[in-house]
């Protein structure tokens, strides 16, 4: 497999008395995070097309922060080209960043043939 398509849906955790507690992921809105293997090692974040001016470096961009601590953990020996097509607006308090990383690391965990449970995917 040499490229991984997944969804990752935006989260409301302010919910009446269960503020922080009661938390639920939605069905829509959400991120996208494609990722497919390349030859030239490192991630290469390319530029977003859904207007939202993302970060194209890894080290400000929360799904690159999240691959590279993975990668730290777990080396491989190809790089990793990333699209963040973001359906989640940044700053709108529905887990906006949060659902960009783990949506990469997800995908980077089913490029690697998904060798780590989802409990260890939370680390990163």
């Given at each position: 497999?040499?490229?991984?398509?997944?969804?990752?849906?935006?989260?409301?955790a302010?919910?009446?008395?269960?503020f922080?507690?009661?938390?639920?992921?939605?069905?829509?809105?959400?991120?996208?995070?494609?990722?497919?293997?390349?030859?030239?090692?490192?991630?290469?974040?390319?530029?977003?097309t859904?207007?939202?001016?993302?970060?194209?470096?890894?080290?400000?961009?929360t799904?690159g922060?999240?691959?590279?601590?993975?990668?730290?953990?777990?080396?491989?020996d190809?790089?990793?080209?990333?699209l963040?097509?973001?359906?989640?607006?940044p700053?709108?308090?529905?887990?906006?960043?949060?659902s960009s990383?783990?949506?990469?690391?997800?995908?980077?965990?089913?490029?690697?043939?998904?060798p780590?449970?989802?409990?260890a995917?939370v680390?990163f």
């Amino acid at each position: 497999m040499d490229k991984v398509i997944v969804f990752a849906p935006g989260t409301v955790a302010n919910v009446a008395c269960g503020f922080d507690v009661l938390g639920f992921a939605l069905n829509a809105p959400g991120d996208t995070i494609t990722l497919r293997k390349v030859d030239a090692p490192g991630i290469h974040i390319l530029p977003s097309t859904d207007g939202y001016n993302l970060p194209t470096d890894p080290a400000k961009n929360t799904a690159g922060i999240a691959l590279q601590a993975m990668l730290d953990a777990h080396p491989v020996d190809f790089g990793l080209e990333v699209l963040v097509e973001k359906g989640i607006q940044p700053g709108s308090g529905m887990g906006s960043s949060a659902s960009s990383a783990a949506g990469a690391v997800v995908a980077l965990n089913a490029l690697m043939g998904n060798p780590l449970s989802r409990r260890a995917l939370v680390a990163f």
